[in-house]
């Protein structure tokens, strides 16, 4: 038998009652403004892309982009990927959660993200005004990379120092809540589930890149 809604999950189930289409498209809309303002006010202005012409400024554009194209599609794979490995973690753990409420739970613990965009904008627009373009690429706010000088680490293992960090932490929490809050039964189980699911996988998929870069 599920457990009943507490008063806070009961207003948080208010809170989440709304049109999912609805809230996917306001996930890009924020994704392409964020994305905006980097492009416009960070990178065009890095020295190595503010004084191309030509057939450069071409590409330059085109790949720019080819990046808001790819917002959508990079969100709902990365749902539907995130959102099957609780499913089928639910699953072998005997819960009986929707794939439907697995797919939100993952689109709504995307959000997350968003907060350590807005701190690498306002990092390089108020504080770091002048990187060059591998500065800017190698930074992630409070993350492992920030222990290093990112010229001295080889480049297989970038992308792994960015990856580990504390908004990926805080992720799998609100993916672990998530899930209890869709299954009203034992939190310790909801922990299990994503730390035998998703973690595993997370972590595999970091080592699967530092393999594969050259």
């Known amino acids: 038998m599920p457990r009943e809604f507490s008063a806070l999950e009961l207003r948080a189930r208010d809170w989440v009652s709304f049109n999912k289409k609805l809230f996917f498209a306001v996930v890009c809309l924020i994704a392409f403004l964020l994305l905006y303002v980097q492009q416009s006010f960070i990178v065009a202005e890095i020295a190595a892309f503010k004084f191309l012409e030509g057939p450069e400024a071409l590409l330059f554009q085109i790949f720019a982009a080819l990046e808001f194209f790819a917002v959508p599609i990079v969100y709902a794979l990365k749902f539907t990927v995130v959102g099957f490995i609780l499913w089928t973690g639910c699953f072998m753990w005997g819960y009986k959660v929707t794939y439907t409420k697995c797919w939100q739970i993952a689109m709504i613990a995307e959000v997350v993200f968003f907060v350590p965009t807005i701190l690498k904008i306002f990092w390089f627009m108020f504080v770091s005004t002048d990187p060059n373009y591998f500065e800017y690429q190698a930074f992630y706010p409070l993350s492992y990379m920030n222990f290093f000088d990112y010229q001295e680490v080889p480049k297989k293992y970038i992308?792994?120092?960015?990856?580990?960090?504390?908004?990926?932490?805080?992720?799998?929490?609100?993916?672990?809540?998530?899930?209890?809050?869709?299954?009203?039964?034992?939190?310790?189980?909801?922990?299990?589930?994503?730390?035998?699911?998703?973690?595993?996988?997370?972590?595999?998929?970091?080592?699967?890149?530092?393999?594969?870069?050259?």
């Open 159 to 214: 992308y792994a120092n960015q990856a580990l960090n504390v908004f990926e932490i805080l992720y799998w929490v609100v993916l672990t809540y998530g899930v209890d809050f869709a299954a009203r039964k034992k939190k310790s189980v909801a922990n299990a589930i994503v730390a035998t699911t998703y973690i595993p996988l997370f972590l595999f998929w970091l080592w699967f890149n530092i393999n594969i870069t050259d």
